[in-house]
C-alpha cells in the first residue's frame, strides 16, 4: 500500500515481528514489490527479475511481516530489477 504525504510517496512500514530484520518498509504493487532496507536506497523486483515466483512469495512475507530479509538473503540477492535513490 502506497501512501503519498506532501507529494512523497510512503512505503508501508514493515512489521518485523521477528525484530531482527534487515526490511523496514515495503510496497506491492501487482507484478512488483519494493523494499526498503536499513539504507535509504529502495530495491524493486519484479516478474521480469526475479520473476513472478519470488515476487509472489516476497509479497505474502511482507504481508506476513516475518521472513522476507532472509529470503531475499538466501533465494534472491542481488537479483532486483533496479535501485531507487
Do not use: C
Amino acid at each position: 500500500m502506497k501512501r503519498r504525504i506532501w507529494g512523497k510517496d510512503i512505503l508501508e512500514r514493515y512489521r518485523n515481528l521477528n525484530g531482527d530484520s534487515g526490511v523496514t518498509h515495503f510496497e506491492i504493487g501487482s507484478n512488483f514489490i519494493r523494499v526498503q532496507f536499513h539504507d535509504p536506497a529502495i530495491y524493486v523486483y519484479d516478474y521480469h527479475r526475479p520473476g513472478q515466483h519470488h515476487v509472489e512469495h516476497m509479497k505474502m512475507l511482507a504481508v506476513a511481516g516475518r521472513g522476507l530479509s532472509t529470503y531475499i538473503s538466501q533465494h534472491v540477492r542481488n537479483n532486483y530489477a533496479r535501485k531507487e535513490r
